[in-house]
């Protein structure tokens, strides 16, 4: 910070000396400095893209200069969304120096401009973040100090193990379940010892978590510690322990598991069939398959990772029980069975039943089915409904379908274009980008002539423009950009936790949308990584927005990198 202001300071005795008239390319871009620096930016972006057109080229090093200073007077704003905007700007730019700039967003008051803040900072690899993350704990949100936690256990912070303790030492019992994680990520030696006393705690909820996460780290030296719970008369751990023997492949475990295989309780039972099929033993399928056969959602859902259970599965999908069926046909997708689009259609593409999809795990948490909800829109204040979890269910089970045979994948992708479905259409653009085959690139230009669907249409010309698809594309988006020059292009959704619309009635798209195309129009801009993208985008930050000029320069800022 020292060093830019020494510079800056030479700058505006230089930008002086010369009485602010340019009179060669150095004394321009000096000058143009000299504007940004009295945050006269039209005018400084303006001198710069004169010095540009003087010289021929773009001085990378000057643009950077030139972000940091605008990102730097941003995050001094009042107003808050150029606040924000500034935030978004840093964190994109993926500079260094703009580290001192999101640190101002973990002292900001609102605890979500904090977590903002930090999921940004937790992307750099340098010093002062670690400094940044240990001051984070100190937060006065509980939501700041555990994601911070989350990110200090993620790099192996020195003193994280500390932290970690501390925060759980200071917090109410009922928060101990959620601290396992953190030292099953870490895995140094401190860590573990601290795990192994969570192991052992006299909350049945701590243990449990503590062995679905020594699972699913891999942990397989606390396998001393997981065979001796298999004896353990307390239903839920006992899942656990049996889920977790399988995980972590420990074959000692095999003669306990097949008592287990007989148990009274349906979820110990399937745990421990699970876990002999993973250490091989196919002796317990017929078990799964009774239970299926009894509509036990938790078997049904399990036969994804059980080989040859696809003809059953599909006689499933005939239940009239609403929620077998979609079970299974979630399974079949797992197999990767083409029987299963049905009913994946009715999953992807919303319908007057207005349903809703929320996750529900057995008692031991090892095992999960899918519930689906009716007129989930009227039950919006249901604590077990979760729209926006529902919607990113969708997006998981759209992405899976991507190994179905081609031929039923882009059927799926056409029946979501032809309805407008536009919560998981930019889901499927980057799925059909990605594909990159004949029929998927017909399908984005049939897309693309939609005029009475704007988020496919625009979507589909944006995805044809970043394949480099020969047509008009590059010059539409271009265009479309700069007639959106006004919105506001970023605009802030409740963030999720860390540990975890319909058809639109008129032809135009919605604030959201709208925001949400124009980022991704930007970042394939940016992306392009040429002359004529850096062109593009100094103009933009010039004449659009003002509030977006900072989010800009992030951008402007990695494509000069």
Same mark, same amino acid.
């Given at each position: 910070?020292?060093?830019?202001?020494?510079?800056m300071?030479?700058?505006?005795?230089?930008?002086?000396?010369?009485?602010?008239?340019?009179?060669s390319p150095?004394?321009?871009?000096?000058?143009a400095?000299?504007?940004?620096?009295?945050n006269?930016?039209?005018?400084?972006?303006?001198?710069?893209?004169e010095?540009?057109?003087?010289?021929?080229?773009?001085?990378?090093?000057?643009?950077?200069?030139?972000g940091?200073?605008?990102?730097?007077?941003?995050?001094?704003?009042?107003?808050?969304?150029?606040?924000?905007?500034?935030?978004?700007?840093?964190?994109?730019?993926?500079?260094?120096?703009?580290?001192?700039?999101?640190?101002?967003?973990?002292?900001?008051?609102?605890?979500?401009?904090?977590?903002?803040?930090?999921?940004?900072?937790?992307?750099?690899?340098?010093?002062?973040?670690?400094?940044?993350?240990?001051?984070?704990?100190?937060?006065?949100?509980?939501?700041? %100090?555990?994601?911070?936690?989350?990110?200090m256990?993620?790099?192996?912070?020195p003193?994280?193990?500390?932290?970690?303790e501390?925060?759980?030492?200071?917090?109410?019992?009922?928060?101990?379940?959620?601290?396992?994680?953190?030292?099953?990520?870490?895995?140094?030696s401190d860590?573990?010892?601290?795990?192994?006393?969570?192991?052992?705690?006299?909350?049945?909820?701590v %243990?449990?978590?503590?062995?679905?996460?020594?699972?699913?780290?891999?942990?397989?030296?606390?396998?001393?510690?997981?065979?001796?719970?298999?004896?353990?008369?307390?239903?839920?751990?006992?899942?656990?322990?049996?889920?977790?023997?399988?995980?972590l492949?420990?074959?000692?475990?095999?003669?306990?598991?097949?008592?287990l295989?007989?148990?009274?309780?349906?979820?110990?039972?399937?745990?421990?069939?699970?876990?002999?099929? %993973?250490?091989?033993?196919?002796?317990?399928?017929?078990?799964?398959?009774?239970?299926?056969?009894?509509?036990?959602?938790?078997a049904?859902?399990?036969?994804?990772?059980?080989?040859?259970?696809?003809?059953?599965?599909?006689?499933?999908?005939?239940?009239?029980d609403?929620?077998?069926?979609?079970?299974?046909?979630?399974?079949?997708?797992?197999?990767?069975?083409?029987?299963?689009?049905?009913?994946?259609?009715?999953?992807?593409?919303?319908?007057?039943?207005?349903?809703?999809?929320?996750?529900?795990?057995s008692?031991?948490?090892?095992?999960?089915?899918v519930?689906?909800?009716?007129?989930?829109?009227?039950?919006?204040?249901?604590?077990?409904?979760?729209?926006?979890?529902?919607?990113?269910?969708?997006?998981?089970?759209?992405?899976?379908?991507?190994?179905?045979?081609?031929k039923?994948?882009?059927q799926?992708?056409?029946?979501?274009f032809?309805?407008?479905?536009?919560?998981?259409?930019?889901?499927?653009?980057?799925?059909?980008?990605?594909?990159?085959?004949?029929?998927?690139?017909?399908?984005?230009?049939?897309?693309?002539?939609k005029?009475?669907?704007?988020?496919?249409?625009?979507?589909?010309?944006?995805?044809?423009?970043?394949?480099?698809?020969?047509?008009p594309?590059?010059?539409?988006?271009?265009?479309?950009?700069?007639?959106?020059?006004?919105?506001?292009?970023?605009?802030? %959704?409740?963030?999720?936790?860390?540990?975890?619309?319909?058809?639109?009635?008129?032809?135009?798209?919605?604030?959201d949308?709208?925001?949400?195309?124009?980022?991704?129009?930007f970042?394939?801009?940016?992306?392009?990584?040429?002359?004529?993208?850096?062109?593009?985008?100094?103009?933009?930050?010039?004449?659009?927005?003002?509030?977006?000029?900072?989010?800009?320069?992030?951008?402007?800022?990695?494509?000069?990198?």
């Amino acid at each position: 910070m020292a060093a830019m202001k020494k510079y800056m300071r030479i700058i505006l005795f230089l930008a002086l000396s010369f009485g602010l008239l340019a009179k060669s390319p150095q004394e321009t871009k000096l000058h143009a400095l000299y504007l940004m620096q009295q945050n006269r930016v039209e005018e400084s972006l303006g001198k710069y893209r004169e010095y540009a057109e003087e010289t021929g080229r773009h001085d990378f090093e000057t643009l950077q200069q030139m972000g940091l200073i605008l990102l730097q007077k941003g995050i001094l704003s009042p107003d808050p969304q150029i606040f924000r905007m500034t935030l978004f700007g840093a964190g994109l730019s993926g500079s260094v120096g703009a580290l001192e700039v999101l640190e101002r967003g973990i002292l900001h008051e609102d605890p979500q401009v904090q977590l903002l803040a930090l999921h940004f900072i937790a992307q750099f690899e340098d010093d002062h973040t670690t400094n940044l993350l240990t001051y984070a704990m100190s937060s006065n949100f509980l939501s700041t %100090r555990m994601e911070a936690a989350f990110y200090m256990a993620q790099k192996k912070h020195p003193l994280a193990v500390g932290q970690i303790e501390g925060l759980m030492f200071r917090l109410p019992p009922i928060f101990k379940p959620y601290f396992p994680c953190f030292f099953a990520i870490l895995g140094t030696s401190d860590a573990t010892l601290a795990l192994r006393r969570l192991v052992e705690d006299p909350d049945p909820q701590v %243990r449990i978590e503590s062995i679905l996460n020594l699972a699913r780290t891999g942990r397989d030296d606390f396998l001393p510690l997981l065979r001796k719970r298999l004896t353990h008369a307390q239903i839920a751990e006992l899942e656990a322990a049996a889920f977790a023997v399988g995980v972590l492949k420990d074959s000692a475990s095999s003669p306990k598991l097949k008592r287990l295989a007989f148990s009274s309780g349906d979820s110990v039972r399937l745990a421990a069939c699970l876990s002999l099929l %993973r250490l091989g033993d196919r002796s317990c399928v017929p078990t799964i398959l009774a239970m299926a056969q009894k509509n036990n959602l938790f078997a049904i859902a399990s036969l994804g990772e059980i080989e040859d259970t696809e003809n059953f599965l599909s006689t499933l999908t005939l239940s009239e029980d609403l929620q077998v069926r979609f079970n299974a046909a979630i399974a079949l997708l797992q197999r990767r069975d083409p029987r299963c689009a049905p009913l994946l259609a009715e999953i992807l593409i919303q319908d007057g039943r207005d349903l809703a999809f929320h996750p529900f795990p057995s008692i031991g948490r090892t095992q999960m089915a899918v519930k689906a909800i009716p007129s989930a829109e009227l039950r919006a204040n249901d604590p077990t409904v979760n729209l926006g979890f529902s919607v990113a269910m969708r997006e998981h089970f759209l992405r899976e379908s991507v190994h179905l045979p081609e031929k039923e994948f882009l059927q799926l992708a056409a029946l979501i274009f032809k309805k407008q479905q536009n919560d998981l259409v930019p889901s499927l653009i980057a799925l059909l980008e990605n594909l990159r085959t004949e029929d998927a690139i017909a399908l984005l230009k049939e897309g693309s002539e939609k005029l009475s669907s704007p988020l496919v249409r625009d979507y589909c010309r944006l995805s044809l423009f970043r394949l480099k698809v020969e047509g008009p594309y590059e010059e539409y988006i271009t265009h479309w950009v700069m007639r959106q020059k006004h919105e506001e292009l970023i605009r802030l %959704r409740p963030l999720l936790p860390w540990k975890f619309r319909m058809e639109q009635s008129d032809y135009t798209l919605s604030p959201d949308e709208t925001s949400h195309l124009l980022i991704e129009a930007f970042l394939s801009i940016a992306n392009r990584h040429d002359e004529k993208s850096i062109a593009f985008l100094l103009e933009a930050i010039q004449f659009s927005n003002p509030a977006n000029r900072y989010a800009l320069m992030g951008l402007l800022m990695r494509a000069t990198e």
